[in-house]
Protein backbone atom coordinates (compact mmCIF):
# COMPACT_ATOMS: atom_id res chain seq x y z
CA UNK A 1 0.00 0.00 0.00
CA UNK A 2 1.18 3.83 -0.44
CA UNK A 3 0.89 6.42 1.39
CA UNK A 4 -1.39 9.16 0.21
CA UNK A 5 -1.95 12.79 1.12
CA UNK A 6 -4.98 14.39 -0.64
CA UNK A 7 -6.69 17.68 -0.03
CA UNK A 8 -10.28 19.15 -1.35
CA UNK A 9 -10.80 22.43 -3.29
CA UNK A 10 -13.92 24.45 -4.20
CA UNK A 11 -12.54 25.54 -7.75
CA UNK A 12 -10.82 23.41 -10.59
CA UNK A 13 -8.56 26.43 -10.82
CA UNK A 14 -7.49 26.39 -7.15
CA UNK A 15 -6.79 22.62 -6.99
CA UNK A 16 -4.75 23.05 -10.65
CA UNK A 17 -3.00 25.82 -8.95
CA UNK A 18 -2.00 23.00 -6.02
CA UNK A 19 -0.91 20.77 -8.54
CA UNK A 20 1.40 22.66 -10.39
CA UNK A 21 2.67 23.73 -7.20
CA UNK A 22 3.16 20.11 -6.31
CA UNK A 23 5.24 19.87 -9.62
CA UNK A 24 6.76 22.77 -8.83
CA UNK A 25 7.85 21.46 -5.76
CA UNK A 26 9.38 17.93 -7.18
CA UNK A 27 6.21 15.80 -7.40
CA UNK A 28 5.92 14.31 -11.18
CA UNK A 29 3.06 14.12 -12.35
CA UNK A 30 2.63 10.28 -11.92
CA UNK A 31 2.53 10.96 -8.46
CA UNK A 32 0.02 13.57 -8.31
CA UNK A 33 -3.43 14.09 -9.81
CA UNK A 34 -6.71 16.25 -9.15
CA UNK A 35 -10.35 14.54 -9.97
CA UNK A 36 -13.71 15.99 -9.07
CA UNK A 37 -16.01 14.13 -6.37
CA UNK A 38 -19.69 14.30 -6.40
CA UNK A 39 -21.16 15.91 -3.12
CA UNK A 40 -22.38 13.18 -0.06
CA UNK A 41 -24.90 10.85 -0.84
CA UNK A 42 -24.80 11.22 -4.74
CA UNK A 43 -22.36 8.59 -5.12
CA UNK A 44 -24.31 5.93 -6.60
CA UNK A 45 -23.36 3.23 -4.28
CA UNK A 46 -26.84 1.43 -4.37
CA UNK A 47 -28.41 0.40 -7.43
CA UNK A 48 -31.15 2.61 -7.22
CA UNK A 49 -28.49 5.37 -6.57
CA UNK A 50 -27.21 7.34 -3.86
CA UNK A 51 -25.20 6.03 -0.87
CA UNK A 52 -27.02 6.12 2.23
CA UNK A 53 -29.83 3.56 3.62
CA UNK A 54 -32.26 6.51 4.74
CA UNK A 55 -32.20 10.27 4.60
CA UNK A 56 -32.02 11.83 8.45
CA UNK A 57 -34.78 13.99 7.76
CA UNK A 58 -36.98 11.81 6.62
CA UNK A 59 -36.71 9.45 10.41
CA UNK A 60 -40.47 10.29 11.48
CA UNK A 61 -41.74 9.72 8.59
CA UNK A 62 -43.23 6.75 9.37
CA UNK A 63 -44.49 7.82 12.78
CA UNK A 64 -46.50 10.58 10.82
CA UNK A 65 -48.04 7.80 8.40
CA UNK A 66 -49.21 5.99 11.22
CA UNK A 67 -50.62 8.60 13.48
CA UNK A 68 -52.20 10.21 10.36
CA UNK A 69 -53.59 7.48 9.12
CA UNK A 70 -54.94 7.01 12.99
CA UNK A 71 -56.61 10.45 13.01
CA UNK A 72 -58.08 10.58 9.47
CA UNK A 73 -59.72 6.89 9.69
CA UNK A 74 -61.54 8.39 13.24
CA UNK A 75 -62.55 11.54 11.07
CA UNK A 76 -63.68 8.89 8.18
CA UNK A 77 -65.51 7.22 10.64
CA UNK A 78 -67.42 10.03 11.87
CA UNK A 79 -68.08 11.42 8.29
CA UNK A 80 -69.54 8.14 6.99
CA UNK A 81 -72.01 8.23 10.10
CA UNK A 82 -73.22 11.40 9.57
CA UNK A 83 -73.65 10.96 5.54
CA UNK A 84 -75.21 7.90 6.33
CA UNK A 85 -77.86 9.54 8.97
CA UNK A 86 -77.99 12.81 6.10
CA UNK A 87 -78.67 10.43 3.72
CA UNK A 88 -80.29 7.17 4.14
CA UNK A 89 -79.14 6.06 0.73
CA UNK A 90 -75.37 5.67 1.92
CA UNK A 91 -74.94 2.45 1.84
CA UNK A 92 -72.34 0.08 3.93
CA UNK A 93 -69.86 0.46 0.93
CA UNK A 94 -69.89 3.75 0.26
CA UNK A 95 -69.00 4.48 4.01
CA UNK A 96 -66.32 2.17 3.84
CA UNK A 97 -64.97 4.34 1.11
CA UNK A 98 -65.50 7.74 3.21
CA UNK A 99 -63.39 5.80 6.15
CA UNK A 100 -60.41 4.68 3.76
CA UNK A 101 -60.33 8.32 2.09
CA UNK A 102 -60.14 9.55 5.42
CA UNK A 103 -57.14 7.21 6.56
CA UNK A 104 -55.08 7.38 3.54
CA UNK A 105 -55.62 11.35 4.09
CA UNK A 106 -54.83 11.26 7.31
CA UNK A 107 -51.49 8.75 6.61
CA UNK A 108 -50.34 10.79 3.93
CA UNK A 109 -51.18 14.19 5.91
CA UNK A 110 -49.22 13.03 8.89
CA UNK A 111 -45.95 11.64 6.58
CA UNK A 112 -45.92 14.98 5.57
CA UNK A 113 -45.38 16.84 8.87
CA UNK A 114 -43.00 14.83 9.58
CA UNK A 115 -40.53 15.02 6.51
CA UNK A 116 -37.76 17.79 7.42
CA UNK A 117 -37.55 17.08 11.30
CA UNK A 118 -35.24 15.27 13.11
CA UNK A 119 -35.74 12.21 15.06
CA UNK A 120 -36.73 13.59 18.82
CA UNK A 121 -34.91 10.36 20.72
CA UNK A 122 -31.47 11.61 18.67
CA UNK A 123 -28.98 13.09 21.62
CA UNK A 124 -28.36 16.80 20.42
CA UNK A 125 -24.58 16.73 21.43
CA UNK A 126 -23.95 13.68 19.30
CA UNK A 127 -22.11 13.89 15.81
CA UNK A 128 -24.47 13.20 13.51
CA UNK A 129 -23.07 10.71 11.31
CA UNK A 130 -20.38 10.15 9.01
CA UNK A 131 -21.14 9.82 5.22
CA UNK A 132 -17.58 10.53 3.25
CA UNK A 133 -15.86 12.86 1.84
CA UNK A 134 -17.82 16.22 0.54
CA UNK A 135 -18.19 17.33 -2.84
CA UNK A 136 -15.42 19.11 -4.64
CA UNK A 137 -11.87 19.17 -6.56
CA UNK A 138 -10.13 16.43 -4.85
CA UNK A 139 -6.02 17.04 -5.15
CA UNK A 140 -4.02 13.50 -4.17
CA UNK A 141 -0.55 12.91 -3.88
CA UNK A 142 1.71 9.56 -3.92
CA UNK A 143 4.36 10.49 -1.13
CA UNK A 144 7.32 8.09 -1.16
CA UNK A 145 8.86 9.69 1.84
CA UNK A 146 8.11 10.80 5.07
CA UNK A 147 10.01 14.22 3.60
CA UNK A 148 7.60 13.96 0.39
CA UNK A 149 4.52 13.65 3.10
CA UNK A 150 4.81 16.65 5.19
CA UNK A 151 5.68 18.58 1.79
CA UNK A 152 2.51 17.64 0.10
CA UNK A 153 0.67 18.77 3.35
CA UNK A 154 2.46 21.85 3.15
CA UNK A 155 1.72 22.75 -0.05
CA UNK A 156 -1.66 21.88 0.25
CA UNK A 157 -2.46 23.87 3.10
CA UNK A 158 -0.71 27.21 1.28
CA UNK A 159 -2.75 26.81 -1.34
CA UNK A 160 -6.37 26.53 0.55
CA UNK A 161 -7.08 22.95 0.38
CA UNK A 162 -9.94 22.08 2.76
CA UNK A 163 -9.90 18.60 4.64
CA UNK A 164 -6.35 17.30 3.91
CA UNK A 165 -6.00 13.85 4.52
CA UNK A 166 -3.47 11.24 4.89
CA UNK A 167 -4.16 7.37 3.85
CA UNK A 168 -2.88 4.59 2.75
CA UNK A 169 -4.31 3.29 -0.89
CA UNK A 170 -3.45 1.65 -4.37
CA UNK A 171 -1.55 4.16 -6.36
CA UNK A 172 -0.88 3.13 -9.91
CA UNK A 173 -0.41 4.92 -13.23
CA UNK A 174 -0.39 8.48 -11.89
CA UNK A 175 -4.01 7.89 -10.00
CA UNK A 176 -5.05 6.51 -7.10
CA UNK A 177 -7.13 3.17 -7.70
CA UNK A 178 -8.82 2.63 -4.95
CA UNK A 179 -10.30 5.53 -3.96
CA UNK A 180 -13.33 5.34 -2.07
CA UNK A 181 -15.87 8.73 -2.35
CA UNK A 182 -17.96 7.27 1.09
CA UNK A 183 -14.93 6.83 3.35
CA UNK A 184 -14.58 9.21 5.66
CA UNK A 185 -10.87 11.20 5.35
CA UNK A 186 -8.44 10.34 7.81
CA UNK A 187 -7.81 13.98 8.41
CA UNK A 188 -3.91 15.16 9.08
CA UNK A 189 -2.86 17.59 12.32
CA UNK A 190 -2.84 21.14 11.71
CA UNK A 191 -0.13 21.90 13.94
CA UNK A 192 3.00 22.30 11.10
CA UNK A 193 6.40 24.26 10.61
CA UNK A 194 6.06 27.29 7.98
CA UNK A 195 5.81 26.75 4.64
CA UNK A 196 8.87 27.43 3.03
CA UNK A 197 7.90 27.94 -1.07
CA UNK A 198 11.57 26.81 -2.03
CA UNK A 199 11.84 23.95 -0.51
CA UNK A 200 11.68 20.34 -2.75
CA UNK A 201 11.53 17.12 -2.33
CA UNK A 202 14.98 15.10 -2.47
Not at 22 to 30: D, T
Amino acid sequence: MNIIVAGRFETQDQANDALAALNAAGFSQQDSTTFFVNPRGQHAQFPIGGDQDEDASATQADNGAVTGAVAGGAAGVAAAAAASLAIPAVGPAIALGIVAVGAYTGSLAGTLSKLGKPDPEAHLDEDPPSHGRKGGMLVAVHAMTAEAETLAVEVLERHGAKDIERTRGEWKDGDWKDFDPVEEPQKVDADRPAYDPHRRIA
